[in-house]
């Protein structure tokens, strides 16, 4: 049986760190206000989140669109709806679906990966070898990745978003005949430029907070190689739980009011 004394104690540990964590991002935009940005860095993270992240999105956004347009194609076609399958699809990636899938997918690569590899820089010592050299960690390790992540998550977004479109069109015309002229017709009546805009902002909200909860549970590692492990998977889950809670708020914000799209 769980020890409830345990229990607690992790789950007070885990508030610490997440205010640490909110301390960080607070951190990391003053940083950006009055710093330079470490280019070279910069970059490489950009290289780790964008092209080595991209198949494995890709092909969860494809997947998605197809297994979305076999559930909705049959039951809008019993009601006469048929030229609205597009439409329907559209809204759903570009609101939803794109963007939260692909932020679960660089949670899972991307943010392990700024986690691990921060927490053992933490365990021996590498870190603490940064400020005897002068060097501010949160310049150097923290805002580089948080950059990436900011910039390259809308990328990957558009990216699943075109090939999620791409495999439900596949679907629509080869399982339900519904021509790729209807289809298109109908995304193009049903998408409205804010639902992109919308895409975007939570796609850059979303980056920024799997680099910084990342790069947090990294900093704040403690334990060796043990503590590495737990912290890893920690900033995996608290990712994910701050990507959907988000997630929530963003929508409701955006999309609260009572009109429709398809008039």
Known sequence: MTNPTHTRRGLGIWFERLVAAVLLGGQVFFHLLKTKIHRRNTLEQMSV???????IALITAGFVGMVFTIQVAREFISFGAASTVGGVLALALTRELAPVLTAVVVAGRVGSAFAAEIGTMRVTEQIDALYMLKTDPIDYLVVPRVLACCLMLPVLNILSLLTGMTGGLLI???????SPYVFLTSVRNFLELWDLVTSMIKSVAFGGLIAVIGCSWGLTTTGGAKGVGQSTTTAVVTSLLAVFVINFFL???????TG???F
């Open 49 to 55: 989140v964008g092209p080595e992240s991209v198949t």
């Open 172 to 178: 629509a015309n080869g399982l339900y005949d519904i």
């Open 251 to 257: 929508s409701w914000v955006m999309f609260q009011g």
């Open 260 to 262: 429709s799209s398809s």
